[in-house]
Structures are given as C-alpha cells and as structure tokens.
C-alpha cells in the first residue's frame, strides 16, 4: 500500500555533510509520522529523528544540534540534513511512515564516515 524510495546516502569525511531524502506513495493518510532509523551490525536500532504531519519533531540525543528533519507534505516527502558528521554516524538508514501503529519501511541507505 506504502512505498518508500530513498536516496542520498554516501561516503563522507568525519566533519562533512549529508542530506538523505524519502518520498512515499500508494495510500497515504493523515495524521502520520515520517522518518529515519540506523542499524549498525551488532548494536540496537536507533531512531534516529521523525516528524509528525503536523510539525512535531522528536531527535536522538546522539544527533541533536547536527541533524536537521524536515518535510514536504504536499510531496509526502522527509529529508534528513546531517551536519558535522561523525565515525559514530556510520550505519544503514532507513525511512519509515507510521499510521495508527502500523509502519512502512525503505530499503535502507548506507552512510559511511571515514578519513
């Protein structure tokens, strides 16, 4: 019903940049939550940051004050601006939508922070 298309993801030197994108289509309804996960193998996945429709965001004390979420819901569409890049950062990301408890999930992208 919910497809997920992800772009963005890259290699970066420690103190660079990222900006990962997601569009969703098929049966979208609102109110919902977009927004990103990471897996690193051998450690918990972490939400990462979200957004509900109406503007709420909530960010991982691990990221706040360097990544930025943001959306376009005319597009249904949520970006991830990722400032200040760090080792710690390297994972796979995902995008997921929320509605009433069920989620949809992207195919992940890689994000690797190496010299």
């Known amino acids: ?3 997920l298309v ?3 993801g890259g290699l970066v030197q420690p103190g660079g940049s990222l900006r990962l994108s997601c569009a969703a289509s098929g049966s979208i309804f609102s109110p919902n939550v977009m927004g990103w996960y990471r897996q690193t ?3 918990q996945r972490e939400r990462v ?3 509900s429709s109406g503007g709420i965001t909530t960010y991982a004390d691990s ?3 360097r990544f930025t979420i943001s959306r376009d819901n005319a597009k249904n569409t949520v970006y991830l601006q990722m400032n200040s890049l760090k080792p710690e950062d390297t994972a796979v990301y995902y995008c997921d939508l929320e ?3 069920r989620a ?4 992940g992208t890689q994000v690797t ?3």
Do not use: I, N, R
């Open 1 to 3: 019903q919910v497809q």
């Open 6 to 8: 992800e772009s963005g």
């Open 41 to 43: 193998p051998g450690k």
């Open 49 to 51: 940051a979200h957004m």
């Open 63 to 65: 990221v706040k004050g």
């Open 99 to 101: 509605f009433f408890g």
């Open 104 to 107: 949809s999930w992207g195919q």
């Open 113 to 115: 922070v190496s010299s």
